[in-house]
């Protein structure tokens, strides 16, 4: 009877899973665990969503006849000396993608080595290969466009069932002690998640399901804040209760206009993933190093405003409070409310960056730190610096008669439609809101071409 040790991360399915299918065909019998490495750490809206997410996981393995042990510590101990205890002669795992991942990985695969314990790794969360995917030079593409277009023809989807039952090893009594539980947050600040979420891989499954008829409005609906034109599978996929390949393996197979679109969606994922592999540094400094001299500005009371939802202008403070309330913020709007942020405000990037990774229940490194670096004007294939999103005009343009708005800022129902975008251009006091934004556009958006212009000096 062979043993083997599965180590669930952020691959939390059963179905369409290349590291599970493996183990479960090399192995008579596995150990499934999941280790939490960030017990103490801040609990974050993502960590929410990990809660509930890996409750289901254990009920779809339970209901296979087996059990997904949760623990805590830190992996680079825990893992070889549950292999050992196991008697397991493989530990298998899905990629995570990212360099400190990549790292520990190795250090633990080195470990596992030297205890005669293979470690055998599957991917698990892209499509693409970042190695094999590269311009006729042999670099990685720098450019969204080219990129896509190299990689779309080696994407495959390989569908794997989910295991019908699984046969599982109890945890060593010598790891008794690493048990753990998450709980949930104290207070309950989470609770406004669960009105609009269903972690888990049958909810990933329903909202994929949920996109198809109306994929073919998906082009336009995509950029309207109030309606339901995005597909909201982020966290699921973040979390990898689907696998990308089935999203788009179903997508492709219904085609059209909307299909080619989310198709794009789905390569920028893999492209921020692209870009992580090539360049890991740009998760912290600026891909442009131009930008490193950008003299950002140190406004804590501006940064709170921000984050709270009180700058005085409605669409940025809708997108902030749906971010606070839901974990989650439109797509549209977390481009507006990103630029205002880095561009009317002058504040650094990365600020921004770390409290997306705070409040997001979809809180991806690469695509977070792809999407900031883009508006920011920072980044590989980056929006030029010099495009600044006017909130006004995306306000009226996108939510023209205020819905959205209304839906998030309570204290602006009462307002007209066209007033409710820019209450101080009428001269309107609102009880409860800022009088004026506390940047003016014009002022805030002439400071920021200065500071482009004297990048160039």
């Not at 909202?207 to 699921?236: F, I, M, Q």
């Not at 990898?240 to 299909?259: C, K, L, N, T």
């Not at 974990?327 to 630029?339: D, E, P, T, Y």
Request: hydrophobic letters at 45%; charged letters at 25%.
């Amino acid at each position: 009877m062979t043993q083997g040790l599965f180590w669930f991360r952020r691959d939390l399915r059963l179905a369409d899973h290349p590291a599970l299918a493996r183990a479960c065909q090399s192995h008579d019998r596995l150990l499934l665990v999941y280790v939490d490495d960030d017990a103490d750490g801040p609990f974050d809206a993502s960590r929410a969503w990990l809660r509930l997410s890996l409750g289901k996981l254990g009920d779809d393995i339970r209901a296979r006849g087996g059990e997904l042990h949760l623990l805590a510590g830190d992996p680079e101990i825990l893992i070889p000396a549950l292999a050992v205890a196991a008697g397991a002669t493989e530990v298998h795992i899905s990629a995570l993608h990212e360099p400190k991942a990549a790292a520990r990985d190795a250090r633990i695969a080195a470990t596992l080595a030297g205890r005669a314990i293979a470690m055998r790794r599957a991917g698990g969360r892209l499509l693409t290969d970042a190695e094999s995917v590269l311009t006729q030079s042999a670099t990685p593409f720098r450019v969204f466009t080219p990129f896509h277009k190299a990689a779309r023809p080696t994407w495959r989807h390989r569908p794997r069932e989910a295991p019908t039952a699984l046969a599982c090893s109890p945890l060593p009594s010598s790891l008794e002690g690493a048990r753990t539980t998450l709980d949930a947050p104290r207070p309950r600040w989470d609770k406004g998640f669960w009105a609009t979420w269903t972690p888990g891989e049958a909810a990933a499954h329903a909202r994929l399901d949920d996109l198809l008829p109306r994929l073919h409005a998906y082009p336009d609906a995509r950029d309207v804040p109030s309606v339901e034109g995005t597909s909201r599978l982020s966290p699921h996929l973040h979390f990898g209760e689907i696998h990308p390949s089935r999203i788009f393996d179903v997508v492709q197979r219904q085609g059209g206009i909307g299909a080619d679109k989310y198709i794009a969606e789905l390569g920028w994922r893999e492209f921020a993933y692209y870009v992580l592999h090539h360049w890991p540094a740009s998760l912290h400094d600026n891909f442009n190093p131009k930008f490193d001299a950008m003299p950002w500005r140190d406004d804590p009371a501006g940064l709170e405003a921000w984050q709270r939802g009180l700058t005085g202008v409605p669409l940025v403070d809708a997108g902030m409070r749906q971010l606070w309330h839901e974990g989650w913020m439109h797509n549209r709007v977390r481009m507006v409310v990103a630029s205002w942020l880095t561009k009317h405000m002058g504040i650094d990037w990365r600020q921004g960056a770390a409290w997306f990774m705070h409040t997001l229940v979809d809180a991806d490194l690469a695509s977070n730190t792809l999407g900031w670096q883009w508006v920011a004007g920072t980044g590989v294939d980056a929006a030029p610096y010099f495009r600044i999103f006017n909130p006004v005009t995306q306000s009226r343009r996108f939510d023209p008669q205020g819905a959205y708005l209304r839906r998030w800022l309570p204290e602006l129902r009462g307002l007209g439609d066209d007033a409710i975008h820019a209450p101080w251009e009428r001269g309107l006091r609102v009880p409860g809101y800022p009088v004026k934004p506390i940047v003016d556009l014009g002022a805030g958006r002439d400071a920021a071409l200065a500071r482009l212009a004297a990048l160039a000096k």
